[in-house]
Nanobody
Framework: QVQLVESGGGLVQAGGSLRLSCAAS????????MGWYRQVPGKQRERVAS???????NYADSVKGRFTISRDNAKNTVYLEMNSLKPGDTGVYYC?????????????WGQGTQVSVST
């Protein structure tokens, strides 16, 4: 049974920083793509960033230059460093592990962690 557990969310002022972590436990393929998604009420979940097992990263245009995704394969952990946060970054952030960058029925998801950015 694969479990993904996010941590590091919280309330921060605009311009501040947060670091999210997602620890994976259970039997998970080392080749899986890890990603961070966020969701706000009334909107679809959107991909924020992803990273392949080889380290190739991809970011949403809205976070390029401000967010950095990284992974520690030995620890089965993925991180999201968020700098220069804006109120528009507010949402529940979910960690995803799966065989592809795009979502599929084979994905595993964490329970989410709330990030709130105040003006």
């Amino acid at each position: 049974q694969v479990q993904l557990v996010e941590s590091g969310g919280g309330l921060v002022q605009a311009g501040g920083s947060l670091r999210l972590s997602c620890a994976a436990s259970g039997v998970i393929s080392s080749t899986y793509v890890m990603g961070w998604y966020r969701q706000v009420p009334g909107k679809q979940r959107e991909r924020v960033a992803s990273i392949t097992s080889g380290g190739t990263t991809n970011y949403a245009d809205s976070v390029k230059g401000r967010f950095t995704i990284s992974r520690d394969n030995a620890k089965n952990t993925v991180y999201l460093e968020m700098n220069s946060l804006k109120p528009g970054d507010t949402g529940v952030y979910y960690c995803k592990a799966g065989p592809w960058v795009i979502t599929s029925s084979r994905d595993y998801w964490g329970q989410g962690t709330q990030v709130s950015v105040s003006t």
